[in-house]
Nanobody
């Protein structure tokens, strides 16, 4: 499966953005999806994950209550709605996929086998 992340941009603190992760090549419904981010000079960190059917979600504490991950398997797309953005959310955001036959989700980057290119999110104060 090939992944294409989009929707990043430059916004002010408190604004919202919606990122999209579009898949091609395989049906996204077979994959658990995760969003990760990497700020300049920092390690990649987990943001959110969703199970293949969308029934299970899990968030990093830093984004819980502000970000929402969702998916539309009919459109082969996963979304990350980001509200109340803060300057510390500035990073390159990546989506990743892991083929699974269960309803599991994954928080470790090493658990994912397919990665999209990143999309830059910059939040000014």
């Amino acid at each position: 499966v090939q992944l294409q992340a989009s929707g990043g941009g430059l916004v002010q603190a408190g604004d919202s953005l919606e990122l999209s992760c579009a898949a091609s090549g395989r049906a996204l419904s077979n994959y658990a999806i995760g969003w990760f981010r990497q700020a300049l000079g920092k390690e990649r960190e987990f943001v959110a994950t969703i199970s293949r059917a969308g029934t299970m979600r899990y968030y990093a504490n830093s984004v819980k209550g502000r970000f929402t991950i969702s998916r539309d398997n009919a459109k082969n797309t996963v979304y990350l709605q980001m509200n109340s953005l803060k300057p510390e959310d500035t990073a390159v955001y990546f989506c990743a996929a892991r083929n699974t036959v269960t309803g599991a989700y994954y928080v470790r980057g090493d658990d994912y086998t397919h990665w999209g290119q990143g999309t830059q999110v910059t939040v000014s104060s």
